[in-house]
Each structure stands twice: as structure tokens, then as C-alpha cells.
């Protein structure tokens, strides 16, 4: 335990005083008591009881399938995107500029008129080509599909190392599935034939959109389906693509050419990458590959162009005419439930963030992003890192041993608070407003396919982002051992400078925490200090982790979040465990906070709350959401994070001071029994 209490005050703790101080009575400013529930009690169903009112007042539009709490900072964000991508546009700027590149994918995403007198013309080359390629050419389609537009049959790209993330591996992985999720295709029960015969309809119009008659249309969503079925027989359930360790299946480039065979792997990497081909390989999915490669080279000519003729229209739908876009709605619809498109302007203005989101970011932090804001989150971070420690020494299911590595790990967090040091250099990206708009966009994903085969052979860059800062999200990347906060979600209700400590700790404490406690869910746990997939358990240790995680599993799976329908308590599993840490961590630190104030969180009054069920009340807030059935249905299937309303009832329930706060006994629908709780971090 000395050396438990050593490494712990290795940690840099900073001490931290939100702005607003407890004067007579402090007052919320990012909970509203408007929208708490009062007719159900906070034992009963707590979720409901402090989100019954904002959900009440924020029905679904036809647009959307959901409606969160996120969405609302989204959509605040939205606005102002949007005003700074006008003014680019309206400042009119210099050719080639990356302003001028802003404004020119904005400009043509929101030009109905020149995309629907086009049509499918652009697209149409392409669709010749696959067409009149001979049969001795099969291979050399294949590779230009690879070079320019899809990863048909297999799939492969540099990555950072799971053995050594300063450098780069190379990755073959199994191909992608039209519909996202095996069981789409493999599953006969009512939600998924609807799905799939949606699906179906959908292949057929987009091809009759492209020029194809009835029966060639036909013929081609057929062969799709029976590629797409098969390939989703070897895909991997979504519980086992949990198993990261499983993924790390390093083989010689022998190996791989002598147990797939069909596949041109001389030629591979040369003509679709450029480079030579690589001594070794980290096989992802060994069986899914082993399909593709079988599939490649039994399929007739036929069936393997008709997927590629596919490939290009699926990939393609978006930046074409309002018929294709329309169409693809249709299949939105089944899926997501809406009746409704976003207006154009949004759908614009996605596509203008997802070619250029960092040129965007770097306007948007200028302008909305305080340098106060990051001097907040620098000092919260270190307070929670202090407090994760805490907890993770006073485990009573973990040995010292595996603590020291824990706290070594903790200790070695990289945070990005904000936005990148370093911003992405767009000027060699080609944007030219005599080109349509498919055309634009599929040179912006040349680009970025490029900047990625770029990294090959080079040091890993620690710098770089996986998220613009104009996103409301933050996230934690094992195999660089950071937790990532963009700028845009420190607002309310996640961040206000002037809301009060429960609310801020309640908010932004538990997204720092539920991050942090990534590292050590069940797939964070699999990478050390360095982001290397490294075995620092002791096998004693994992199994008690393992037998807590099966518990935490089967609360989740106990919910019927619709009729005959439950959650998935296994694929879920790394965010609940972060919830209920990021919980628990960001309590800790925020009983030492108010400690050192004198504050009593039982007493003391904030709008006549107290400041502990203030913590948990925002907390709640966070999740409030409306969503249809058929998004449920979706993300139930698809989404690793449990529905909103899963994530405040069923993680509170384990928790004590939560059980304190609300004066929760035995015998309300939010108790649980002290023996059938688990506490993870």
C-alpha cells in the first residue's frame, strides 16, 4: 500500500475553485426546474422524473429520429458554422484558397439545380468502365476499385501498431456490409426483413436512377445480396468485435499470399497504395478475409462487377441529383423512422465539415472557444486524474501488482483540451467549382486516402485529432493513451464558467471521468501506459474483472427497451462501465472540492437542491432525448452507447450516494439491493 500512496502522489493534482462562488444561495443555471417531472418520484424512475418536462416541451420533428441534449448544442453549433461558412463565401475568396475551398463544396452541396440537370452524368464513366472491362482485366478492376473508390471483398490500410503504437502496422481486415450489421442480412425476424427488403428496393431505384432498366437492376441488387449475405455469414457479432486482443493476428506477407490466394497481393499494395509490399501483416479478421478472398475468386464476372456497379452508386447517392438523394431517404426512413430530410442547408453544411472540418474549427475556436475555458478544463482534468487514482487504490478486488500499472497508465494520459496544436494543411487538395459536386467530394476522399498512405513508414503523429473541435463528443484512444475534449462541448448543460460546481462536476466532471475510465473498460484495459496491447493483469485480477463486467451485463440485458426487444449488456459494455466510472470518479473529486470550501453538499442549497442531488441531476439532464422506435430498434443493433434513459436508471442503480441523495429505500423501482450491485472503477 507504501508504494500505492507513492505512485499516487505522482499524479499533478491542480487545485480547482469553479468561477461562481457560494455566496447566501448559488442558483442553477444549467439544470431548469421547468423541466423536472414532479408527478414521478426520483425513486420511481429518475430519468423520467428529471427529464419528463424537457421532453415534453421538445417533440421530434418529422426530420428527426431523435432529439438529445447533444442535438440542441448541435444545432446552436450548426448556426454558427453555418454563418462562418457564409462569410467565407460572401468575403469572396482568392482561388485556391482554403476559404474559397470552404465556400465551393458549400456553394455546390447547396446547388440543387446544376446537380439535378446532371443527374447521373457524372458518374456514368465509371459505370462504363466496370461494364466493359474484359475478363483478363478482372484484376486490374479490382485494383482501381480499391485505388479510387471502395474496398470491395477485403480491406487494408496503415494503423498504429498493437504492439508498438509509435509505428505504423498494416492492417487487412474483412469488407464492410451495405447495411452496417450481419444480422441484417442473417436475421428473419420482422425488423429485419423490413430492413432488408428496404435495402433491396433501395439498390433497385438508385440503379434505375443510374440509367439501368428494371431487369438489370434487378439483376444487380440479387448479386449484391447473395456477395453481402455471404460476407456477413464470416463478419463477426457485434459482441465479438468487442474483442480487441482477437484482432491482433500479425502474419508474414508469405503467409497472407499463400493462404489467400486469389487476391493480387503482389500488385496489391504497389498499384493501390504505392508502396512495396509490406514484410508483415496484422490480419484483423481472419475468417472475414478468408471469405473475401473465396468469394473473389469463385463469383462470376458478372456478380463481382454488378457489386462494384453498386459500390459506386452507394458511395455516390449523396452528391448527386435530388432523385438519388431522395431515393436514399426512402431507406432512411425504414431505418430511422423519420418522414422528413434535414433541410438542404444542414445536409450542406455535414458534408462541408466532413471535407474540411478542421479549416471550420480553426474560425470556430477563434471566435467561441475562451482561452479561460481550457485554464477550467486543465485543472477539473488533474482533479479527476486525482480522484481516478484514489479509486483505484482503494479497490478491494485488485492487487497491487495490477494497481501500480493502473496508476502508471493514469499517470500517463495525454490530454487535448480544445484543438490541435497542429492544424491540417489543406492546400493541396483540389476543389474546382467547373467540376461537380461528385467529382469535388470524391477528390476530397482522395486526399484523405492520401494523407493516410502518407503515414506509411513514418513515426506515429501524437498530435494529430480524431475529432474537429466544432464536435460535441470527446474520446479516448487506447492506442495513444489521450482523452480528447473538442471545444464545443464545454457548454451547457456539460459546461457553463458561471453554473455551479454540482452542475459542472455533474456534467463535464463525468465526461472527463467516463473518458478517463476507457482506459480501463473492457477493451482500454487490453493497451499499457504507452497505448501497447499488453497483458498488465494478473490472471486473478481479469477474471475478477471479468466476473464484475458479466454482472454489469446482466443489468443491462435485464431492460426490455421494447416490446420483445432488450439492450445489449455485452456490446454496450465498455460504455457502461465508463458511465458508471466517470460517476464515480467525478463524485470524489467533487466531495473534495466542496471539502476544501467548507460546503456541505447535504445542506447547503442551491435554488433549494441540494448540491449532491444537483450532481446527479445534471447528470441525468445530460441524457434527456426523445426518440422512435425504429431509431431504437437501430441503435439497439448498431450503437455501442445504451439509450439515454438506460444509461441514468440502470448505472444509478448501483450507486450509493445516489441512493443517499434521493433518500431511495427498499421496495422503489430505483433501489437495488446492496448484493446484486456492482461497482467496477
Keep these: 500500500m507504501k508504494a500505492m500512496k507513492t ?27 421547468k423541466y423536472f417531472d414532479n408527478t414521478v418520484e426520483a425513486g420511481t424512475d429518475f430519468f423520467q422524473h428529471v427529464n419528463g418536462g424537457w421532453m415534453a416541451a421538445n417533440p421530434l420533428t418529422p426530420e428527426r429520429s431523435r432529439f438529445t441534449r447533444f442535438d440542441v448544442i448541435s444545432d446552436t453549433n450548426e448556426v454558427r458554422i453555418r454563418d462562418i461558412v457564409v462569410n467565407l463565401s460572401s468575403s469572396n475568396p482568392a482561388p485556391g484558397s482554403v476559404a474559397f475551398k470552404v465556400a465551393t463544396i458549400y456553394e455546390q452541396a447547396m446547388d440543387s439545380v446544376r446537380r439535378n440537370t446532371e443527374g447521373a452524368k457524372p458518374i456514368l464513366p465509371l459505370l462504363k468502365k466496370i461494364e466493359e472491362t474484359p475478363a483478363d482485366k478482372m484484376d486490374d478492376l479490382f485494383l482501381w476499385m480499391h485505388r479510387n473508390y471502395s474496398s470491395p471483398f477485403i480491406g487494408a490500410g496503415p494503423m498504429e501498431d498493437f504492439s508498438n503504437s509509435k509505428e505504423y502496422a498494416m492492417y487487412v481486415t474483412g469488407a464492410g456490409l451495405g447495411m452496417g450489421d450481419r444480422d441484417y442480412y442473417l436475421s428473419n425476424d420482422k425488423r429485419n426483413k423490413d430492413v432488408r427488403e428496404a435495402y433491396q428496393k433501395l439498390i433497385v431505384n438508385q440503379m434505375r436512377n443510374a440509367g439501368y432498366s428494371k431487369k438489370d437492376a434487378n439483376r444487380i441488387m440479387k448479386n449484391v445480396m447473395k456477395i453481402e449475405t455471404l460476407l456477413a455469414d464470416s463478419t463477426w457479432t457485434r459482441e465479438q468485435s468487442r474483442n480487441i486482443p482477437a484482432m491482433n493476428n500479425p502474419r508474414s506477407f508469405k503467409w497472407l499470399k499463400e493462404n489467400f490466394t486469389n487476391i493480387p497481393w503482389d500488385r496489391f499494395f504497389i498499384e493501390t497504395m504505392d508502396i512495396k509490399s509490406p514484410d508483415e501483416v496484422i490480419i484483423t479478421t481472419i475468417n472475414t478475409v478468408k471469405q473475401g478472398d473465396n468469394l473473389y475468386g469463385s463469383l462470376t464476372d458478372r456478380e463481382i462487377k454488378d457489386l462494384y456497379l453498386w459500390d459506386i452508386v452507394a458511395n455516390a447517392q449523396g452528391t448527386l441529383s435530388d432523385k438519388f438523394a431522395n431515393t436514399a431517404f426512402e431507406f ?17 453544411l455535414a458534408a462541408t465539415e466532413s471535407a474540411l472540418g478542421e479549416a471550420i474549427g480553426e474560425l470556430y475556436v477563434e471566435k467561441y472557444f475562451p482561452q479561460s475555458s ?10 479527476l486524474r486525482t480522484s ?6 482503494n479497490l478491494d478486488w485488485m492487487s497491487d501488482e495490477t494497481k501500480l500499472n493502473a496508476i502508471k ?10 484543438y490541435p496544436d497542429k492544424w491540417k494543411d489543406y492546400s493541396s487538395m483540389e476543389i474546382d467549382p467547373a467540376l461537380s459536386y461528385y467529382d469535388n467530394m470524391h477528390n476530397v476522399n482522395m486526399w484523405y486516402q492520401k494523407d493516410m498512405l502518407s503515414k506509411w513508414g513514418k513515426p506515429v503523429d501524437k498530435t494529430e485529432w480524431g475529432m474537429t473541435p466544432q464536435t460535441v463528443n470527446a474520446y479516448y484512444n487506447p492506442m495513444a493513451n489521450e482523452i480528447v475534449f473538442p471545444a464545443a462541448i464545454l457548454q451547457a448543460p456539460f459546461f457553463d464558467p458561471e453554473a455551479s460546481d454540482a452542475e459542472n462536476y455533474g456534467g463535464i466532471g463525468v465526461v472527463i471521468g467516463h473518458e478517463m475510465t476507457h482506459g480501463f473498460d473492457d ?15 494478473t490472471p486473478e485480477d481479469a477474471e475478477k474483472f471479468a466476473t464484475k463486467a458479466q454482472t454489469l451485463i446482466d443489468q443491462f440485458n435485464a431492460v426490455e427497451v421494447l416490446p420483445g426487444l432488450n439492450a445489449n449488456g455485452a456490446y454496450t459494455l465498455g460504455e457502461n462501465i465508463a458511465d458508471q466510472g466517470g460517476l464515480g470518479v467525478a463524485m470524489t473529486a467533487f466531495l473534495d472540492a466542496q471539502k476544501k470550501k467548507g460546503v456541505d453538499v447535504y445542506t447547503q442549497k442551491i435554488d433549494g437542491i441540494s448540491p449532491l442531488q444537483v450532481f446527479y441531476m445534471n447528470y441525468a439532464n445530460l441524457w434527456a432525448n426523445n426518440v422512435r422506435e425504429d431509431e431504437i430498434r437501430t441503435l439497439t443493433t448498431g450503437d455501442v452507447h445504451s439509450l439515454g434513459r438506460n444509461r441514468v436508471n440502470v448505472t444509478l442503480r448501483n450507486i450509493q450516494p445516489f441512493f443517499d441523495a434521493f433518500s ?8 437495488r439491493p446492496l448484493n446484486e450491485r456492482v461497482v467496477i472503477w
Design 332 to 348: 432512411s426512413k425504414v431505418m430511422s423512422g423519420v418522414t422528413e430530410q434535414r433541410p438542404r442547408w444542414k445536409r450542406a
Design 7 to 33: 505512485a499516487l502522489a505522482a499524479i499533478a493534482a491542480i487545485a480547482f475553485s469553479a468561477n461562481s462562488a457560494f455566496g447566501a444561495e448559488e442558483h442553477l443555471k444549467s439544470l431548469e426546474p
Design 374 to 383: 481550457k485554464d477550467y478544463m486543465i485543472g477539473l482534468v488533474e482533479n
Design 523 to 537: 477493451q482500454g484495459r487490453n493497451f499499457d501506459d504507452e497505448g501497447n496491447m499488453v497483458d498488465w493483469w
Design 388 to 393: 481516478l487514482g484514489k479509486h483505484i487504490i
Design 409 to 418: 497508465k493514469l499517470n500517463a494520459f495525454t490530454v487535448k483540451i480544445g
Design 664 to 671: 431511495i429505500t427498499e421496495g422503489q423501482p430505483m433501489f
